[in-house]
């Protein structure tokens, strides 16, 4: 898992920023998961960049990573672990906006001179 984890925030600091976001499945492909369960895996390893990043107070850099279902936006986990860290608004008609706002400060703390 550790090991998924650094790889994964290599794999999006290393992304062209015209290619971000990502999808998880895209992510589980780049990463060479192997089944059972490639996308939890992903969403795993996301969840802890989100903790250490949230330590450092630092943009959560998950936010470059989406689901493919719809809008561009992540998974309800994503949302739910960034409530719970404080980081984003209980009020989820609030979350969309907030997605985009932490999308943007992502890019640019994470994803300097990519282009």
Excluded at 45 to 72: H, Y
Aim: no cysteine.
């Amino acid at each position: 898992m550790t090991d998924n984890v650094a790889a994964l925030r290599q794999l999006l600091l290393s992304t062209p920023r015209d290619a971000l976001p990502i999808t998880y499945q895209q992510a589980a492909s780049a990463l060479a998961l192997t089944p059972p369960r490639t996308i939890a895996q992903v969403t795993q390893a996301l969840e802890q960049l989100m903790r250490e990043d949230a330590a450092q107070q630092k943009p959560f850099i998950a936010t470059l990573v989406v689901s493919r279902r719809g809008d561009d936006l992540p998974a309800a986990g994503f949302f739910e672990l960034a409530v719970a860290l404080g980081r984003f608004p209980e009020d989820s008609a609030q979350h969309q906006a907030a997605y985009r706002a932490e999308f943007q400060h992502a890019l640019n703390e994470w994803n300097k001179g990519q282009s």
